[in-house]
Each structure stands twice: as C-alpha cells, then as structure tokens.
C-alpha cells in the first residue's frame, strides 16, 4: 500500500525535469497523476524529455501516470484537463503548479536591459500566470470536496538574485501567489504552499555543466525524485494545513518528514 493510494494529482510540465520527478514521486507513493506537456514520442522505447517517457519510468514506480498533451499558453487546454479529471476521477487532491518555459537563449549573464523583452513573457507568462490559471481550474475541485493542496514549484530566485531580474521576479510571484491562496482557500480546508527545490540534476542545469557555463556540486544536487517524495509527503500529511502559506525547501521538508533522495539510498 502505497501512501498516496486512491489519490489523485494533477502536475503540470512533466516532460522532463523537477516535474519528471514530482510525477514519479507521486506514483512511487501510489497516487494516479495526470501530467502535461508539449513534447510527445511515440517510438518504442519513446524519446526522452517526452511525455511517454516520464510516464514510462513513473509507471514503472507505481500508481498511474496519465500523460496529457497541454500547452500551458492556452487556456482552454488547461479547463479542459480539469474538466477531464473531474469527469474520470471526481476529485483532485493535489495540484502541483511546475510548468515553464525556458527562454531560448537562456536569461542569465546579462543586464535586463540586453534581454529581448520576450523572456519577460517566457518566465512570468507560462512560468507564473500559467501557474494561476491552473489553479483556477483545478481549486474548484477541492473546494468541492472540502480538502486538498496546491504546491507552487518555486526556487530560492524568489528571494535572492538568481539567473535574472525576469527569473526572479517570476518567482517571488509564485511565492507570493501561494500566500494568497493559503488566505482565500482556508476557509474551505485547502492548503497552498510554495516548494522550493535546491540545485537539483535537472536535464537543462546538466546541459549547462557540461557547456561549462555553471558549476554544481553533483554529490550534494538533488535528483528530480527528491522533489517527487516531497510533495508525496506533503499530499499524505494529515495535519498540511498547518503549513498552508508557507514558503518551503525541499531540504527542509526532508528533514521534517525523513524521505530520502533516491540518489544516496
């Protein structure tokens, strides 16, 4: 029996990444997860950083993975994963807000005046407005049921320099936003919080070791599942209202709950 079994969680932007792991996080702990993206492969065995591949090694853990080809920009797509789950599921219990869209060149190493306006719309469009309207979706399903959490994906560029004036102001507002929504869900018993990851061995920090353009302790950076236990131990804690409102580290979390990474068991 899993912790999470008869769950079920919503993830958004789960191809590859911190959202990858959420979702196997999730299902290693029982939990059926219906998660987004764009990019899609359909070879056998399919092409990473794909839908089918996150759902592949998430099946593999656990639960059920139910990839969901959505793009975040729309907000139709969007009602309509919500209105899918409710149709198959009834419920929701945890929504997990993590889609972004890098910008392409990356925003880093430069004044924010030398950025194309663009990267603006790439981290605080998707990034933070993409995190709202999911939630504006899916918090009618568990205001419904009279429970449930909404974790915000977020990172220390939220409250310290990090990549961007873009990037940061991005996530202070996906900080400020679970605030807001800790406030105006109480009332019906749903918690909102933001979870903020440490350097983790995502695809994209990796690509950027090896073009020499960042350095990481890769014995200490924690793998994308870390964060997945995470959020499986705050979806399966019974008194999460008490943290509703907070801002979070996965560390912290660790420490609180006693998960591991799966990467030092």
Same mark, same amino acid.
């Given at each position: 029996?899993?912790?999470?079994?008869?769950?079920?969680?919503?993830?958004?932007?789960?191809?590859?990444?911190?959202?990858?792991?959420?979702?196997?996080?999730?299902?290693?702990?029982?939990?059926?997860?219906?998660?987004?993206?764009?990019?899609?492969?359909?070879?056998?065995?399919?092409?990473?950083?794909?839908?089918?591949?996150?759902?592949?090694?998430?099946? /593999?853990?656990? #639960?059920?993975?139910? $990839?969901?080809?959505?793009?975040?920009?729309? @907000?139709?797509? =969007? !009602?309509?994963?919500?209105?899918?789950?409710?149709?198959?599921?009834?419920?929701?219990?945890?929504?997990?807000?993590?889609?972004?869209?890098?910008?392409?060149?990356?925003?880093?190493?430069?004044?924010?005046?030398?950025?194309?306006?663009?990267?603006?719309?790439?981290?605080?469009?998707?990034?933070?407005?993409?995190?709202?309207?999911?939630?504006?979706?899916?918090?009618?399903?568990?205001?419904?049921?009279?429970?449930?959490?909404?974790?915000?994906?977020?990172?220390?560029?939220?409250?310290?320099?990090?990549?961007? /004036?873009?990037? #940061?102001?991005?996530? $202070?507002?996906?900080?400020?936003?679970?605030? @807001?929504?800790? =406030? !105006?869900?109480?009332?019906?018993?749903?918690?909102?919080?933001?979870?903020?990851?440490?350097?983790?061995?995502?695809?994209?920090?990796?690509?950027?070791?090896?073009?020499?353009?960042?350095?990481?302790?890769?014995?200490?950076?924690?793998?994308?599942?870390?964060?997945?236990?995470?959020?499986?131990?705050?979806?399966?804690?019974?008194?999460?209202?008490?943290?509703?409102?907070?801002?979070?580290?996965?560390?912290?979390?660790?420490?609180?709950?006693?998960?591991?990474?799966?990467?030092?068991?």
């Amino acid at each position: 029996m899993g912790i999470l079994d008869n769950k079920v969680a919503v993830v958004t932007g789960a191809s590859k990444g911190i959202g990858k792991g959420i979702v196997e996080g999730l299902c290693e702990a029982g939990a059926t997860v219906y998660f987004t993206g764009r990019s899609e492969s359909h070879a056998e065995p399919p092409a990473p950083m794909t839908l089918q591949a996150t759902a592949r090694s998430a099946n /593999a853990l656990g #639960g059920q993975a139910i $990839a969901v080809p959505v793009d975040h920009n729309n @907000d139709s797509q =969007v !009602e309509a994963l919500f209105k899918r789950v409710d149709a198959e599921q009834g419920r929701l219990d945890v929504l997990i807000n993590n889609v972004y869209q890098i910008p392409d060149p990356p925003a880093m190493g430069k004044g924010f005046w030398e950025h194309p306006v663009s990267v603006w719309d790439d981290q605080c469009g998707v990034g933070l407005r993409g995190y709202y309207v999911a939630s504006v979706f899916g918090a009618p399903l568990m205001v419904r049921q009279g429970s449930g959490l909404i974790v915000n994906i977020s990172s220390r560029g939220g409250r310290e320099y990090v990549f961007s /004036a873009s990037y #940061g102001v991005g996530k $202070a507002g996906v900080d400020r936003m679970a605030q @807001d929504f800790a =406030v !105006e869900l109480k009332p019906h018993n749903v918690a909102a919080i933001s979870l903020s990851p440490s350097k983790v061995k995502t695809e994209f920090i990796l690509d950027m070791v090896d073009a020499g353009k960042m350095q990481i302790d890769e014995a200490q950076a924690e793998s994308v599942r870390f964060s997945g236990r995470c959020v499986a131990a705050l979806a399966a804690d019974s008194n999460i209202m008490a943290r509703s409102g907070q801002i979070c580290t996965v560390k912290e979390m660790a420490a609180a709950y006693g998960f591991v990474d799966p990467d030092r068991e």
